[in-house]
């Protein structure tokens, strides 16, 4: 198997079904927790494994969904005091999601974690980034408010990864340039 | 607001470099051709982008013709032929600097803006009468982010989503005429959406030495409070981390959309855009946090 499946990641079958799949994350995300390491070095290494953990369920749920991207939300297994906004977002109704956020007088910390949701779908990250946080803050024993407050401290981190992932090197541009000019001279005497 | 999406040459493909070069001299040629000579020094690269983004959906046989450019006399180019998508391009490079021009008269005033917006804006006029619906849809953001920057708004993602807007919208005019399914044409969308947004954003902190200097509005200057008292170097130092995510987010989302596109049809997927979305941006991000040049230009 590829060492970027995420099936593997997760140590699941292609076939398990979407429960099974869910266990092996929440599992992996225990193990991976980084309040569990107080060694620094420990630390980024688990904090380095969440986030490939967390990538890989992401993309089993994009693939199965293909529609649907990004965190499932199933009212069953989440029984908080805001499934409705949850099955809107779901169904990628942000505005009847925010309206009925709006109209709520009870601002938990899933409220706060909510509407970082919406604005994070729509691209509005900075505003996402303090939502989240504020939900962390109100909620710390939370495992998905500690998942997205974690997934945004990590979101340069994540890029450069990718980016380095491709094979990037830091070469310096002014040798391109060199090249260039060479080829150029080359040409002009063919 | 322009000039910083780029390719990164030390890890790009011979062909793909090719591929770019005429797609520059394309759009700088259908502007000639269709606008006059004057136009063409407002060519920018973001524009040359759109215009790789868009056709890179179409996939279709592409047509080169060498030529001498006068800039470069002693090689010899290679350009793209007027096509379809290049008009298009061209017409919106024009306007978009247009619009930048009258930017620049809010922000600074000056000769130089005032004579080159009035000899634009006859331009301006004719791409008006050619796509009034999208054109329209642009100056309705236009507006908008000028009542925001008026009333000193501290929301960075409201204000940049407005410009996020207008490049969506016009990637999204082109893409709605080619036959591809609609999750692909909103990734596509999602993709520009973000990359617009990484534009206004950068372009935003790049400028806060100038907007400081001339007591205009800049956005992040709002955000983190910024006061006379502090210098730019502690205020970039207090706000590092922060404006490390706000650079950078803009950039992962643009990543997921156009990696989802992969994941539902691949051919869609072109190295050079790859090249530019990752590699590119990275390294214009990182200059730009790291203070060393100035990369957009005015």
Not at chain 2, 56 to 83: G, T
Not at chain 2, 220 to 238: A, I, N, P, V
Not at chain 2, 255 to 268: K, N, P, V
Request: hydrophobic residues 30%; charged residues 30%.
């Amino acid at each position: 198997m590829a060492r970027n499946d995420p099936y593997s990641i997760l140590g699941v079958n292609r076939n398990d079904d979407d429960e099974t799949i869910k266990k092996a994350y929440r599992d992996l995300v225990k193990k991976y927790h980084p309040d569990k390491y107080s060694d620094t070095d420990l630390k980024d290494l688990a904090n380095e494994k969440l986030q490939e953990v967390n990538k890989a369920y992401d993309d089993i749920v994009k693939m199965r969904k293909n529609k649907d991207f990004g965190y499932s939300y199933d009212q069953d297994t989440y029984s908080g005091s805001f499934s409705q906004v949850r099955s809107h977002i779901s169904r990628g109704a942000y505005q009847e999601a925010e309206n009925i956020l709006r109209s709520s007088s009870n601002r938990n910390a899933e409220w706060y974690f909510l509407r970082g949701v919406i604005f994070q779908k729509q691209g509005w990250s900075d505003q996402a980034f303090s939502y989240f946080e504020r939900a962390y803050q109100m909620e710390p024993s939370n495992m998905e408010y500690l998942t997205a407050y974690n997934q945004m401290k990590n979101t340069a981190r994540t890029y450069r990864s990718n980016v380095y992932g491709r094979g990037y090197s830091s070469a310096d541009e002014d040798f391109c340039r060199l090249c260039q000019c060479l080829l150029c001279t080359s040409l002009c005497c063919r | 607001m322009i000039g910083y999406i780029k390719t990164y040459q030390p890890e790009l493909k011979m062909k793909d470099l090719v591929r770019y070069n005429a797609y520059y001299c394309g759009v700088c040629h259908a502007i000639k051709k269709d606008w006059g000579q004057i136009p063409r020094l407002t060519l920018n690269y973001d524009c040359v982008f759109i215009a790789l983004f868009i056709d890179s959906f179409k996939q279709e046989q592409l047509n080169y013709e060498n030529f001498r450019c006068p800039v470069h006399p002693v090689i010899k180019k290679k350009k793209l032929l007027y096509n379809e998508s290049l008009e298009f391009t061209a017409d919106i490079n024009v306007y978009l600097t247009y619009l930048k021009f009258l930017d620049n008269i809010k922000d600074e005033g000056g000769f130089k803006y005032k004579s080159g917006e009035k000899y634009l804006r006859k331009l301006a006029k004719d791409i008006e009468g050619k796509y009034p619906d999208l054109v329209s849809t642009i100056k309705d953001y236009m507006i908008e982010l000028h009542s925001l920057e008026e009333s000193g708004s501290d929301n960075l993602d409201e204000v940049s989503h407005c410009y996020a807007q207008i490049v969506r919208d016009i990637c999204i005019y082109q893409l709605k005429k080619l036959n591809i399914e609609s999750d692909i044409l909103s990734l596509a969308g999602t993709t520009a959406y973000n990359l617009g947004k990484w534009v206004y954003t950068i372009d935003a902190y790049e400028d806060m030495e100038e907007d400081i200097k001339n007591n205009s509005y800049n956005p992040f200057l709002k955000r983190f409070d910024y006061t006379k008292e502090e210098s730019l170097e502690d205020f970039k130092q207090r706000i590092f981390d922060r404006a490390t995510f706000i650079l950078y987010s803009p950039l992962q989302n643009a990543a997921t959309s156009y990696g989802e596109i992969e994941l539902i049809d691949d051919t869609y997927i072109d190295p050079l855009l790859q090249n530019i979305l990752y590699e590119g941006l990275y390294s214009v991000t990182e200059k730009i946090l790291e203070g060393e040049e100035k990369i957009g230009k005015k």
